[in-house]
């Protein structure tokens, strides 16, 4: 990197743990350069730092990572686990799982931290990028509230997408009783007290949702295609175990689904669980991935990527110890199922479920998880980025196209000064969602960006409201 003195400017489009990280990174390099660097931090939400994942203000939402591997940088392993130790009233024991809101906070203070020592500034918009366009070699930026801005780069870091709602029958998802995603701030409010709710999806989400809505007198139904519910954390894990071959041998899906078979097996034979094996191809996943043809990343999404997902991303041992409770005395009933009728009632509504059972449900909430296809996400911003050329979407639809360091591939003409990071790279390395992953990202990304930015000419930037 070429360091200069030159104002540069970056905005970053997202605030949650993916924006907050990027803009630290970028304020360490732009420090260590002592370059000027504005950075526009845009995000319709109130606070920095949190996004939907960390937004819950529910005790009970614990994160599914220990504190010793949550820090900001895998430089500083420890930095949350003191975080914590500082702020956390011993709450949280060393080497627990905190509560998600906690971590919130941290990633504020993270943020705040590397902004006091940055030579430039961070400006914090509370609005949405809408739409961008090539300008000379810049970005022009446009946003929902009505904001044009030109910068030297720009980074999305918008995390995952509203879950769909398409399996939802038009009399559900008209409804007054449907809650389209539970994360919306508010959005459990308005569930009526003493009626029984349906939760449809059985992944981490659902996870959290019975957790805040389980009580007495309701029963929380849950169904989904498989009916599979993630797995917990050991109480006292073991170190990951690397396969010994490293999977280099795998040509093919079939191929590989025997070999990580035998390697699970291997390894619970000589450490007695299964989780250390699993762990350890967490480094080798995105490699695997991109190995394999397309034909078969069809073929792993629509029959393993379930039975990956519960293995992978598993629960706190305190959140299973919760849930294996209120699913012995009756509080949540979990089963495969899905929906294929609705209809209002005056009390709330009745479902209809393919094996011809019948609910009656104050409230239906949709756990299904993420939309992952951006040319069918809720947000319109990908879709205006297709149409402008400056995007493409990323394997199987999955995310956007990009290159090894984040820049996003352009459709048309050459690559913008436009990087991503987190769940918009699904597509690229399938595991891109955890805080493990996004952190090495956006250390990647503000490499990539800083060195974009020190080698162009300077051009003051341009706001206009």
Same mark, same amino acid.
């Given at each position: ?20 990280? *990027? ?101 914090? #918009? ?50 007054? =009783? ?30 959290? *949702? ?9 029963? #929380? ?16 894990? =073991? ?111 009745? *479902? ?85 992953? *996004? ?25 206009? =409201?």
């Amino acid at each position: 990197m070429t360091c200069g003195k030159a104002h540069r400017s970056v905005a970053v489009a997202g605030a949650g743990a993916a924006g907050t990280l *990027i803009t630290a990174r970028l304020l360490e390099l732009a420090a260590r350069c002592r370059l000027p660097l504005e950075i526009t931090l845009i995000d319709p939400a109130p606070t920095t730092g949190r996004g939907p994942a960390y937004a819950t203000t529910d005790q009970r939402h614990l994160l599914n990572v220990p504190a010793t591997r949550m820090s900001a940088t895998a430089d500083d392993p420890d930095d949350f686990a003191r975080w914590l130790a500082a702020h956390a009233d011993g709450r949280v024991a060393p080497g627990g799982y905190a509560p998600r809101h906690l971590y919130g906070s941290y990633l504020a203070d993270h943020l705040r931290q590397r902004a006091a020592i940055a030579p430039g500034t961070v400006v914090r #918009v509370r609005d949405r990028v809408a739409g961008a366009v090539r300008t000379s070699g810049r970005l022009a930026l446009r946003t929902a509230g009505g904001r044009e801005l030109t910068v030297d780069a720009a980074v999305l870091a918008t995390g995952s997408h509203p879950p769909s709602v398409s399996w939802a029958p038009p009399a559900l998802r008209n409804s007054d =009783a449907f809650v389209a995603d539970p994360w919306a701030p508010g959005a459990l409010d308005a569930i009526p007290e003493g009626r029984d709710v349906l939760l449809v999806g059985t992944g981490l989400t659902m996870v959290d *949702i019975a957790m805040t809505l389980a009580r007495d007198g309701r029963t #929380v139904h849950a169904v989904s295609r498989s009916g599979l519910l993630p797995h917990g954390h050991a109480a006292a894990p =073991a170190a990951p175990v690397a396969p010994a071959d490293g999977l280099t041998g795998c040509t093919g899906l079939d191929a590989l689904r025997r070999a990580v078979l035998r390697h699970v097996a291997r390894t619970r034979r000589g450490h007695g669980d299964w989780r250390p094996a699993i762990d350890g191809l967490r480094p080798l996943t995105a490699a695997l991935w991109q190995r394999l043809p397309e034909s078969d990343r069809v073929r792993f999404i629509r029959g393993e990527a379930r039975q990956w997902e519960v293995h992978r991303h598993r629960m706190a041992p305190a959140t299973a110890d919760r849930l294996a409770g209120i699913l012995a005395n009756g509080r949540l009933s979990v089963r495969a199922g899905r929906v294929t009728e609705a209809a209002a009632a005056e009390d709330g509504l009745r *479902i209809g479920l393919a094996d011809g059972r019948r609910l009656a449900v104050g409230a239906v909430v949709n756990c299904t998880g993420p939309q992952t296809d951006a040319r069918r996400a809720s947000d319109p911003l990908p879709r205006e980025l297709f149409a402008a050329g400056l995007a493409a979407p990323g394997p199987l639809g999955l995310g956007l196209s990009t290159l090894p360091d984040g820049r996003v591939r352009s459709a048309e003409g050459p690559d913008a000064p436009l990087w991503t990071l987190g769940a918009t790279r699904r597509g690229e390395l399938w595991e891109s969602t955890a805080i493990p992953e *996004i952190r090495a990202q956006a250390a990647e990304v503000a490499a990539a960006v800083m060195d974009t930015l020190t080698t162009a000419s300077p051009v003051a930037p341009r706001v206009r =409201a």
